[in-house]
C-alpha cells in the first residue's frame, strides 16, 4: 500500500500499536493476506451506511464495500432488525429452518433460471462444490477457467490468477497453469485449463483438442479480479453455444456480480442460462451468506450420490440475512439507486481525467467499476500489464488520506452501495481522486513515481 507520493497524514497511532500486537498471534497482523498492508493495515472500528471509521476515528468513504457485499450499507436496520429477531431465537442447529427454504426460494425466483440451490458459508465453498458437482455429472475430470479470473481460495481455484509478470501466464496460444502461492499439489493443477477471456476461437481449438476431458467452463461474467473486464458483444452468447455443442457445463461465477447487475445478476444482465451458479456477498448485505444452485438434474446428485455438507451451511444468521437482503432487493429500487449512483461518480471522475488531459476507460458495471489508465480498452487480464498501474495505486492510496477508501490495488474494483446515495459520498469520492491525481501527477512530474510501464 506504499507510496511515494506525499499525502495528507492521518492519525495512526492506535493503528500501529495494534498492528503490533495482532503480528504476535495473526500472520500478517490479520485474518487475510488481501488485508496485510503491512505498517499501513487498516483497522475498522465501525461502519455505517457508505461509511467506516478505523480505531483512530478516521471517516472514509468506503468505495471497497468489503469487496462487494455490503450492498446496501453498513448497518443496515432492515437486515439488522430480522437477523437480530430470529437469531435469538437460536443460530447453529445442524437442522433446516424456515429461512434456508426461503433463502434459496428467493435465489431461484430472482434468478429466473436456478431450479435447485443449496446454503454454504463462502463463494469459495460455493465454487469448489459446483467443481465437484460439473465432475460428478460429467464424469470428466478437467475444469477450464480464465486467467486472472478469482474463484475463492479452495487449490482447485488458485490456478492462473493474478501474477504481475505476464510473462509467467506462458505463450498466448498454450497458457500455463501457474499456481498462486505453494502447498497446491500438481496433481491438483493438472486438473485445471486456464484460457483467455474474450476468445472465443482459442476456446473452440481447446474444445476441439480436450473437450471429452473437460467437464465445466467456470467463468466470472466480468473479470472481477481484474477492475472489472467486461466481456466482448456477443462473446458469452458464443461460449454457451459451445459449452452446449460440446456438452461441456457452464458454471456462472456470480459471488461478485450476483444480485448487484441486475436482480437476476450477470445471467440476465447479459441474457444468459448458465447450468450452474455461485452466489455469496451481495446475497446477505455482508452476512457470511453463499449459496450454490443451477439445473435440476445436476443438482439432484444431491444429496446421495455426491458429497456437500457444512456445520454452519444455513445458519440463521445468514439465511435470515439473506431472505431480508434478497426480498428488499427485489421489492424495492434499491439496485436502479446503487446503478444511477455509479454513474454519478464515473461522471464526476470522468470530468477530473478529461481536464488531466489522461487516456483512460471504465470497466465493469456502474455498481462495481473499475478505472484503466490506457487508450487500449482491455478485454483480457494480460491487458492489465500495460495500464499505468502505477498511477491508480498512488491515487488510490492517496484518497485514503483524504478520506475515501478504494482498494489500493489497481485490480480492484469500486464497489457501489445503496446508502452512497444518501448523503455526500459521491462528491467526496470525486473530490478525494481529484487532489489525489493531482498530486500523482506532480510526483511523477519530480520523478518520484514511476512512468506507465516501468
Same mark, same amino acid.
Given at each position: 500500500?506504499?507510496?511515494?507520493?506525499?499525502?495528507?497524514?492521518?492519525?495512526?497511532?492506535?493503528? %500501529?500499536?495494534?498492528?503490533?500486537?495482532?503480528? /504476535?498471534?495473526?500472520?500478517?497482523?490479520?485474518?487475510?493476506?488481501?488485508?496485510?498492508?503491512?505498517?499501513?493495515?487498516?483497522?475498522?472500528?465501525?461502519?455505517?451506511?457508505?461509511?467506516?471509521? @478505523?480505531?483512530?476515528?478516521?471517516?472514509?468513504?468506503?468505495?471497497?464495500?468489503?469487496?462487494?457485499?455490503?450492498?446496501?450499507?453498513?448497518? @443496515?436496520?432492515?437486515?439488522?432488525?430480522?437477523?437480530?429477531?430470529?437469531?435469538?431465537?437460536?443460530?447453529?442447529?445442524?437442522?433446516?429452518?424456515?429461512?434456508?427454504?426461503?433463502?434459496?426460494? %428467493?435465489?431461484?425466483?430472482?434468478?429466473?433460471?436456478?431450479?435447485?440451490?443449496?446454503?454454504?458459508?463462502?463463494?469459495?465453498?460455493?465454487?469448489?462444490? %459446483?467443481?465437484?458437482?460439473?465432475?460428478?455429472?460429467?464424469?470428466?475430470?478437467?475444469?477450464?477457467?480464465?486467467?486472472?479470473?478469482?474463484?475463492?481460495?479452495?487449490?482447485?481455484?488458485?490456478?492462473?490468477?493474478?501474477?504481475?509478470?505476464?510473462?509467467?501466464?506462458?505463450?498466448?496460444?498454450?497458457?500455463?497453469?501457474?499456481?498462486?502461492?505453494?502447498?497446491?499439489?500438481?496433481?491438483?493443477?493438472?486438473?485445471?485449463?486456464?484460457?483467455?477471456?474474450?476468445?472465443?476461437?482459442?476456446?473452440?481449438?481447446?474444445? +476441439?483438442?480436450?473437450?471429452?476431458?473437460?467437464?465445466?467452463?467456470?467463468?466470472?461474467?466480468?473479470?472481477?479480479?481484474?477492475?472489472?473486464?467486461?466481456?466482448?458483444?456477443?462473446?458469452?452468447?458464443?461460449? /454457451?453455444?459451445?459449452? +452446449?455443442?460440446?456438452?461441456?457445463?457452464?458454471?456462472?461465477?456470480?459471488?461478485?456480480?450476483?444480485?448487484?447487475?441486475?436482480?437476476?445478476?450477470?445471467?440476465?444482465?447479459?441474457?444468459? &442460462?448458465?447450468?450452474?451458479?455461485?452466489?455469496?456477498?451481495?446475497?446477505?448485505?455482508?452476512?457470511?451468506?453463499?449459496?450454490?444452485?443451477?439445473?435440476?438434474?445436476?443438482?439432484?446428485?444431491?444429496?446421495?450420490?455426491?458429497?456437500?455438507?457444512?456445520?454452519?451451511?444455513?445458519?440463521?444468521?445468514?439465511?435470515?440475512?439473506?431472505?431480508?437482503?434478497?426480498?428488499?432487493?427485489?421489492? *424495492?429500487?434499491? %439496485?436502479?439507486?446503487?446503478?444511477?449512483?455509479?454513474?454519478?461518480?464515473?461522471?464526476?471522475?470522468?470530468?477530473?481525467?478529461?481536464?488531466?488531459?489522461?487516456?483512460?476507460?471504465?470497466?465493469?458495471?456502474?455498481?462495481?467499476?473499475?478505472?484503466?489508465?490506457?487508450?487500449?480498452?482491455?478485454?483480457?487480464?494480460?491487458?492489465?500489464?500495460?495500464?499505468?498501474?502505477?498511477?491508480?495505486?498512488?491515487?488510490?492510496?492517496?484518497?485514503?488520506?483524504?478520506?475515501?477508501?478504494?482498494?489500493?490495488?489497481?485490480?480492484?474494483?469500486?464497489?457501489?452501495?445503496?446508502?452512497?446515495?444518501?448523503?455526500?459520498?459521491?462528491?467526496?469520492?470525486? *473530490?478525494?481522486?481529484?487532489?489525489?491525481? &493531482?498530486?500523482?501527477?506532480?510526483?511523477?512530474?519530480?520523478?518520484?513515481?514511476?512512468?506507465?510501464?516501468?
Amino acid at each position: 500500500m506504499t507510496s511515494s507520493v506525499d499525502h495528507p497524514q492521518l492519525a495512526r497511532s492506535r493503528q %500501529l500499536d495494534l498492528y503490533r500486537r495482532a503480528l /504476535r498471534t495473526l500472520p500478517g497482523g490479520t485474518d487475510s493476506n488481501f488485508r496485510a498492508w503491512g505498517e499501513d493495515t487498516i483497522y475498522v472500528d465501525r461502519g455505517r451506511g457508505g461509511r467506516v471509521w @478505523d480505531v483512530d476515528g478516521n471517516e472514509f468513504v468506503d468505495l471497497r464495500m468489503g469487496y462487494g457485499p455490503v450492498i446496501l450499507g453498513h448497518g @443496515d436496520e432492515r437486515i439488522d432488525d430480522y437477523v437480530n429477531e430470529r437469531m435469538r431465537r437460536g443460530v447453529s442447529f445442524s437442522l433446516t429452518s424456515e429461512d434456508e427454504v426461503r433463502a434459496m426460494e %428467493l435465489v431461484c425466483e430472482l434468478t429466473g433460471w436456478v431450479e435447485m440451490a443449496r446454503m454454504t458459508v463462502s463463494g469459495t465453498e460455493a465454487t469448489m462444490h %459446483l467443481m465437484r458437482l460439473a465432475r460428478a455429472f460429467t464424469g470428466r475430470d478437467k475444469i477450464v477457467k480464465f486467467e486472472g479470473q478469482y474463484h475463492g481460495v479452495h487449490d482447485y481455484a488458485l490456478i492462473s490468477v493474478s501474477p504481475n509478470d505476464m510473462a509467467d501466464l506462458g505463450d498466448a496460444d498454450n497458457p500455463v497453469r501457474l499456481a498462486w502461492g505453494r502447498g497446491i499439489p500438481d496433481a491438483v493443477a493438472d486438473t485445471i485449463i486456464p484460457a483467455r477471456f474474450n476468445n472465443i476461437e482459442r476456446l473452440r481449438r481447446l474444445f +476441439e483438442r480436450q473437450g471429452h476431458e473437460i467437464a465445466a467452463v467456470i467463468v466470472e461474467p466480468v473479470l472481477g479480479n481484474a477492475q472489472g473486464i467486461l466481456p466482448q458483444e456477443g462473446f458469452h452468447k458464443a461460449m /454457451r453455444e459451445l459449452t +452446449e455443442e460440446f456438452g461441456i457445463l457452464e458454471i456462472f461465477d456470480e459471488v461478485k456480480t450476483g444480485f448487484r447487475f441486475a436482480r437476476g445478476g450477470a445471467a440476465e444482465y447479459f441474457g444468459i &442460462r448458465p447450468d450452474l451458479a455461485s452466489f455469496a456477498k451481495a446475497m446477505g448485505n455482508g452476512y457470511p451468506a453463499a449459496a450454490f444452485g443451477g439445473r435440476r438434474e445436476i443438482m439432484s446428485l444431491l444429496p446421495d450420490k455426491v458429497s456437500h455438507g457444512g456445520t454452519y451451511a444455513g445458519n440463521r444468521v445468514a439465511a435470515a440475512a439473506a431472505v431480508r437482503t434478497l426480498e428488499i432487493i427485489r421489492d *424495492t429500487d434499491a %439496485l436502479d439507486t446503487i446503478h444511477r449512483t455509479g454513474r454519478r461518480i464515473q461522471d464526476g471522475l470522468r470530468e477530473v481525467i478529461n481536464e488531466a488531459g489522461l487516456p483512460f476507460h471504465f470497466t465493469g458495471h456502474p455498481s462495481m467499476f473499475g478505472i484503466m489508465f490506457t487508450d487500449k480498452i482491455a478485454t483480457e487480464y494480460r491487458d492489465w500489464a500495460d495500464t499505468d498501474h502505477a498511477l491508480y495505486d498512488a491515487i488510490a492510496v492517496g484518497m485514503h488520506a483524504r478520506g475515501a477508501m478504494p482498494e489500493p490495488d489497481s485490480r480492484e474494483p469500486w464497489f457501489i452501495c445503496e446508502a452512497h446515495a444518501s448523503d455526500d459520498s459521491v462528491d467526496r469520492a470525486v *473530490t478525494a481522486f481529484e487532489a489525489s491525481l &493531482r498530486a500523482a501527477l506532480d510526483a511523477r512530474a519530480r520523478g518520484e513515481l514511476p512512468e506507465a510501464g516501468q
